[in-house]
């Protein structure tokens, strides 16, 4: 906690015990009750009893071994109870306080005794609680930091995963056209050209444009779709205003590439079917494959590492704030993402 807020906490703290002696002050006015001592020497040994502890229990919370505070404490609860008596009989003394009625201190009323030992015990407490409350504060703000440290770090050591993983997959794309001696690999290199710069810049930040998202989207799939033969094998469809949205970067790119690695090549178009629809509040990107008619396709999809990273992903970036729904049959294999932004 900064200290300016800690200050803040101690003033509130002494407002609200000075109220407190202007409330007995008011209760007792009338009678013989005499209030001067509750406005001059009282208020000063009290200061002295609540620092005293608040000091020590700081021990508490910076000390590793608790035997030298424990000690400390109880030197100190032994030695205020005394030094309050002492201080007070001494100010009562000097000023010729007229019903002073004890000759030296030794022979001081039992009761300012223990009047003295009430007021330990009550500033102790006082100090103890605001202490704990301070620490406390600390002590959440330590977690938070930790905490996105921690998230922070996840989410970087994820996006250096999925980097590499498409970066592996196109150059193997564009090592296989320029094998066969293509003419579509000078455009290829272009793609790819166009997906690196994305991935290192754009994708490094937290969030990015909807649209440059959806440019990197457009580019992996004209790389994908050089291997096969169908042009119209990819429908992809945008609706919505596009101006000013921002996303999470690389965060749909997993959902296309698991379509073209797990879906079947050999039926009608389109193969593969992408919705991207943009509303006031949410974004809906929905990506539907027709499965290979060869076993644990669509298993592979729900189980595979890219789908179980952008699980975490989406857990960590829209906690709360998102839907995702994986729906698979014998023909078609469905993806349905809901972002609340």
């Given at each position: 906690?900064?200290?300016?807020?800690?200050?803040?906490?101690?003033?509130?703290?002494?407002?609200?015990?000075?109220?407190?002696?202007?409330?007995?002050?008011?209760?007792?006015?009338?009678?013989?009750?005499?209030?001067?001592?509750?406005?001059?020497?009282?208020?000063?040994?009290?200061?002295?009893?609540?620092?005293?502890?608040?000091?020590?229990?700081?021990?508490?919370?910076?000390?590793?071994?608790?035997?030298?505070?424990?000690?400390?404490?109880?030197?100190?609860?032994?030695?205020?109870?005394?030094?309050?008596?002492?201080?007070?009989?001494?100010?009562?003394?000097?000023?010729?306080?007229?019903?002073?009625?004890?000759?030296?201190?030794?022979?001081?009323?039992?009761?300012?005794?223990?009047?003295?030992?009430?007021?330990?015990?009550?500033?102790?407490?006082?100090?103890?609680?605001?202490?704990?409350?301070?620490?406390?504060?600390?002590?959440?703000?330590?977690?938070?930091?930790?905490?996105?440290?921690?998230?922070?770090?996840?989410?970087?050591?994820?996006?250096?995963?999925?980097?590499?993983?498409?970066?592996?997959?196109?150059?193997?794309?564009?090592?296989?056209?320029?094998?066969?001696?293509?003419?579509?690999?000078?455009?290829?290199?272009?793609?790819?050209?166009?997906?690196?710069?994305?991935?290192?810049?754009?994708?490094?930040?937290?969030?990015?444009?909807?649209?440059?998202?959806?440019?990197?989207?457009?580019?992996?799939?004209?790389?994908?779709?050089?291997?096969?033969?169908?042009?119209?094998?990819?429908?992809?469809?945008?609706?919505?205003?596009?101006?000013g949205r921002t996303i999470a970067p690389m965060l749909?790119?997993?959902?296309?590439?698991?379509?073209?690695?797990?879906?079947?090549?050999?039926?009608?178009?389109?193969?593969?079917?992408?919705?991207?629809?943009?509303?006031?509040?949410?974004?809906?990107?929905?990506?539907?494959?027709?499965?290979?008619?060869?076993?644990?396709?669509?298993?592979?999809?729900?189980?595979?590492?890219?789908?179980?990273?952008?699980?975490?992903?989406?857990?960590?970036l829209y906690p709360g704030k998102h839907k995702l729904?994986?729906?698979?049959?014998?023909?078609?294999?469905?993806?349905?993402?809901?972002?609340?932004?």
């Open positions: 906690m900064k200290l300016k807020y800690k200050i803040l906490i101690h003033v509130a703290f002494w407002i609200y015990m000075f109220n407190q002696i202007l409330l007995t002050i008011a209760m007792w006015s009338g009678t013989k009750y005499d209030p001067f001592e509750e406005i001059t020497i009282y208020p000063i040994t009290s200061f002295i009893t609540f620092y005293c502890f608040y000091i020590v229990y700081g021990l508490f919370f910076t000390r590793k071994r608790k035997l030298y505070p424990i000690l400390l404490l109880i030197a100190v609860i032994v030695i205020l109870i005394p030094l309050r008596v002492g201080i007070e009989y001494l100010f009562w003394k000097h000023i010729g306080f007229s019903h002073l009625k004890s000759p030296n201190l030794l022979n001081v009323d039992k009761s300012w005794w223990f009047n003295s030992l009430r007021l330990v015990i009550i500033y102790g407490i006082y100090a103890l609680l605001i202490q704990l409350a301070i620490g406390w504060f600390d002590t959440q703000k330590l977690r938070t930091e930790l905490l996105l440290e921690k998230q922070s770090g996840e989410l970087a050591l994820l996006r250096s995963q999925i980097n590499p993983h498409f970066l592996f997959n196109t150059l193997n794309n564009i090592y296989s056209l320029v094998y066969k001696k293509s003419e579509d690999a000078p455009e290829a290199v272009m793609k790819m050209s166009s997906i690196m710069r994305y991935m290192l810049y754009d994708a490094t930040t937290d969030s990015v444009l909807l649209e440059k998202e959806i440019e990197y989207l457009k580019s992996f799939i004209e790389l994908e779709k050089l291997r096969i033969r169908h042009k119209d094998f990819v429908a992809f469809n945008i609706s919505g205003n596009l101006d749909l790119i997993p959902f296309v590439e698991n379509a073209f690695k797990h879906g079947s090549r050999t039926v009608s178009n389109p193969g593969i079917t992408i919705n991207l629809s943009i509303g006031a509040q949410q974004i809906l990107f929905d990506v539907t494959n027709h499965v290979r008619k060869n076993g644990n396709n669509a298993t592979d999809q729900v189980g595979g590492i890219g789908l179980t990273n952008i699980r975490r992903r989406l857990n960590l729904e994986i729906t698979s049959s014998d023909d078609l294999f469905n993806v349905q993402l809901i972002l609340w932004i």
